[in-house]
Protein backbone atom coordinates (compact mmCIF):
# COMPACT_ATOMS: atom_id res chain seq x y z
CA UNK A 1 0.00 0.00 0.00
CA UNK A 2 1.48 3.65 -0.61
CA UNK A 3 2.47 5.64 2.25
CA UNK A 4 0.15 8.25 0.73
CA UNK A 5 -3.29 6.45 1.83
CA UNK A 6 -5.40 8.46 4.13
CA UNK A 7 -8.42 6.89 5.50
CA UNK A 8 -11.56 8.32 5.53
CA UNK A 9 -11.50 8.83 9.67
CA UNK A 10 -8.43 10.59 9.18
CA UNK A 11 -9.41 13.17 6.60
CA UNK A 12 -10.02 16.60 7.04
CA UNK A 13 -13.84 17.19 7.57
CA UNK A 14 -15.48 20.67 5.50
CA UNK A 15 -17.07 22.82 8.25
CA UNK A 16 -19.50 25.38 7.50
CA UNK A 17 -21.10 28.19 9.26
CA UNK A 18 -24.15 27.44 10.73
CA UNK A 19 -23.92 23.44 10.58
CA UNK A 20 -24.61 21.55 13.35
CA UNK A 21 -22.11 21.55 16.04
CA UNK A 22 -23.37 18.38 17.76
CA UNK A 23 -24.18 15.21 16.76
CA UNK A 24 -27.81 14.00 15.91
CA UNK A 25 -29.53 13.36 19.25
CA UNK A 26 -27.53 15.45 21.09
CA UNK A 27 -28.94 18.43 22.85
CA UNK A 28 -27.24 21.20 24.99
CA UNK A 29 -28.85 23.24 27.65
CA UNK A 30 -27.76 25.64 30.50
CA UNK A 31 -29.33 25.91 33.52
CA UNK A 32 -28.66 29.40 35.10
CA UNK A 33 -27.03 29.47 38.70
CA UNK A 34 -30.12 30.26 40.62
CA UNK A 35 -32.73 28.85 38.21
CA UNK A 36 -34.90 25.44 37.18
CA UNK A 37 -35.24 23.50 34.59
CA UNK A 38 -37.31 20.47 33.54
CA UNK A 39 -36.70 17.75 31.15
CA UNK A 40 -38.46 14.81 29.34
CA UNK A 41 -36.38 11.52 29.36
CA UNK A 42 -37.35 8.05 27.45
CA UNK A 43 -35.41 4.97 28.87
CA UNK A 44 -32.19 4.89 27.74
CA UNK A 45 -31.66 8.52 27.37
CA UNK A 46 -28.27 9.75 28.77
CA UNK A 47 -28.34 12.75 30.52
CA UNK A 48 -24.69 14.80 31.97
CA UNK A 49 -24.31 17.66 34.25
CA UNK A 50 -21.36 19.52 34.14
CA UNK A 51 -20.18 21.95 36.17
CA UNK A 52 -18.26 25.11 34.36
CA UNK A 53 -16.93 27.11 37.18
CA UNK A 54 -17.11 24.42 40.92
CA UNK A 55 -18.48 24.69 43.69
CA UNK A 56 -22.22 24.82 42.49
CA UNK A 57 -24.18 22.19 43.96
CA UNK A 58 -27.43 20.92 42.04
CA UNK A 59 -30.59 19.48 43.23
CA UNK A 60 -32.38 16.60 41.57
CA UNK A 61 -35.86 15.32 41.28
CA UNK A 62 -37.25 13.01 38.80
CA UNK A 63 -41.12 11.74 38.65
CA UNK A 64 -42.40 8.34 36.73
CA UNK A 65 -45.37 8.15 34.28
CA UNK A 66 -47.35 7.76 37.12
CA UNK A 67 -46.51 10.91 38.83
CA UNK A 68 -44.94 9.64 41.60
CA UNK A 69 -41.23 10.51 42.89
CA UNK A 70 -39.24 8.50 41.40
CA UNK A 71 -35.01 8.95 41.32
CA UNK A 72 -34.61 5.07 41.07
CA UNK A 73 -35.16 6.16 37.16
CA UNK A 74 -32.35 7.78 36.75
CA UNK A 75 -30.17 5.66 39.17
CA UNK A 76 -30.04 7.66 42.24
CA UNK A 77 -30.69 7.41 45.33
CA UNK A 78 -31.94 10.08 48.02
CA UNK A 79 -34.48 10.98 50.43
CA UNK A 80 -33.96 14.77 50.79
CA UNK A 81 -36.53 17.22 50.42
CA UNK A 82 -36.11 19.27 47.01
CA UNK A 83 -35.66 22.77 49.06
CA UNK A 84 -33.53 24.63 47.18
CA UNK A 85 -35.75 23.65 43.96
CA UNK A 86 -38.97 24.72 45.75
CA UNK A 87 -36.85 27.93 46.72
CA UNK A 88 -36.03 28.47 43.77
CA UNK A 89 -40.00 27.93 42.18
CA UNK A 90 -41.42 30.22 45.26
CA UNK A 91 -39.76 33.39 43.05
CA UNK A 92 -40.50 35.58 40.06
CA UNK A 93 -37.89 34.76 37.35
CA UNK A 94 -39.00 33.38 34.08
CA UNK A 95 -37.58 30.09 34.35
CA UNK A 96 -39.29 29.51 37.52
CA UNK A 97 -42.86 30.43 35.93
CA UNK A 98 -42.07 27.88 33.16
CA UNK A 99 -40.59 25.30 35.68
CA UNK A 100 -44.07 26.01 37.33
CA UNK A 101 -46.71 25.81 34.89
CA UNK A 102 -44.57 22.41 32.93
CA UNK A 103 -45.45 20.71 36.58
CA UNK A 104 -48.99 21.96 36.84
CA UNK A 105 -49.48 21.00 33.41
CA UNK A 106 -48.31 16.98 34.07
CA UNK A 107 -50.02 17.25 37.50
CA UNK A 108 -46.20 16.85 39.65
CA UNK A 109 -46.23 17.91 43.15
CA UNK A 110 -42.65 19.01 43.71
CA UNK A 111 -43.72 19.00 47.33
CA UNK A 112 -43.97 15.81 47.18
CA UNK A 113 -40.92 14.74 45.46
CA UNK A 114 -37.33 13.45 46.85
CA UNK A 115 -34.35 14.89 45.55
CA UNK A 116 -30.90 13.87 45.15
CA UNK A 117 -28.18 16.53 45.75
CA UNK A 118 -25.12 16.29 43.40
CA UNK A 119 -21.89 18.14 43.77
CA UNK A 120 -21.37 20.47 46.38
CA UNK A 121 -19.39 23.56 47.48
CA UNK A 122 -16.07 21.85 47.02
CA UNK A 123 -16.31 20.55 43.52
CA UNK A 124 -13.58 21.31 40.93
CA UNK A 125 -14.40 23.06 37.52
CA UNK A 126 -15.18 20.56 34.97
CA UNK A 127 -17.05 17.93 37.39
CA UNK A 128 -19.35 16.26 35.88
CA UNK A 129 -22.08 13.31 36.09
CA UNK A 130 -23.69 11.55 33.72
CA UNK A 131 -27.50 9.82 34.51
CA UNK A 132 -28.83 6.98 32.09
CA UNK A 133 -32.55 7.03 32.53
CA UNK A 134 -33.90 3.42 33.40
CA UNK A 135 -37.03 4.22 31.97
CA UNK A 136 -39.47 6.70 31.29
CA UNK A 137 -39.18 10.21 33.35
CA UNK A 138 -39.80 13.48 33.66
CA UNK A 139 -36.17 15.33 35.45
CA UNK A 140 -36.51 18.26 37.42
CA UNK A 141 -32.74 19.83 37.66
CA UNK A 142 -32.18 23.02 40.21
CA UNK A 143 -29.33 25.24 40.74
CA UNK A 144 -29.49 26.36 44.21
CA UNK A 145 -28.01 29.40 45.33
CA UNK A 146 -28.07 31.91 48.61
CA UNK A 147 -28.51 35.36 47.79
CA UNK A 148 -24.49 36.69 46.95
CA UNK A 149 -23.23 39.90 49.63
CA UNK A 150 -21.30 41.70 47.42
CA UNK A 151 -18.19 41.56 49.90
CA UNK A 152 -18.61 37.70 49.64
CA UNK A 153 -17.18 36.59 46.46
CA UNK A 154 -19.72 33.22 45.91
CA UNK A 155 -21.97 33.92 42.84
CA UNK A 156 -24.15 31.31 41.77
CA UNK A 157 -22.59 29.77 38.45
CA UNK A 158 -24.99 28.11 35.38
CA UNK A 159 -24.49 24.42 34.96
CA UNK A 160 -24.11 22.35 31.69
CA UNK A 161 -26.60 19.84 30.55
Not at 38 to 54: C, H, K, Q
Not at 87 to 103: H, M, N, P, T, Y
Amino acid sequence: MPDTLITSALRPQLMSAGAAALAPGVERYIVKGGGTAVYALERDDTIEIALFEGGQGVEIAAFNETGKSDLGALGLKGRAKPIGITAILAGQSEDAARVRFGLFRRKLDIGRAQAAKLFGDNAPAGESLTLKAEKAAITVIGVPSDAMMVWDQNPPSDVLV
